[in-house]
């Protein structure tokens, strides 16, 4: 299994900004996307921006230009940086990342696997 850890989350003021961060860990042949989405209360799961492993990243038309996508990949690391934050922007923000693992039985197989989640929370 491959498990990801998020960290960077926060309660921040309007106009403020948070550096999420996001490993992967386990037994990981390679990673194709990572992506960050995030769940309001009451409101369903919505994708703010991915990465694939070639660099290229795709963003939610509600954070363009206020947040950025990045990756580390020697270290199997995600970033989101938030600027601009809007009280909006509050909700559990969870880490995505998609590839191939090393199996003891089929050599390796495709995972999909989420982080727990960290609350980002914008308030004056």
């Known amino acids: 299994q491959v498990q990801l850890v998020e960290s960077g989350g926060g309660l921040v003021q309007p106009g403020g900004s948070l550096r999420l961060s996001c490993v992967a860990s386990g037994r990981i042949r390679s990673i194709n996307t990572m992506g960050w989405y995030r769940q309001a209360a009451g409101k369903q799961r919505e994708l703010v921006a991915s990465?694939?492993?070639?660099?290229?990243?795709n963003y939610a038309d509600f954070v363009k230009g206020r947040f950025t996508i990045s990756r580390d990949n020697a270290k199997n690391t995600v970033f989101l940086q938030l600027n601009s934050l809007k009280p909006e922007d509050t909700a559990v923000y969870y880490c995505?990342?998609?590839?191939?693992?090393?199996?003891?039985?089929?050599?390796?197989?495709?995972?999909?696997?989420w982080g727990q989640g960290t609350q980002v929370t914008v308030s004056s």
């Open positions: 995505n990342a998609v590839g191939v693992q090393f199996t003891l039985k089929t050599w390796t197989s495709d995972f999909n696997s």
């Open positions: 990465i694939i492993s070639d660099g290229n990243t």
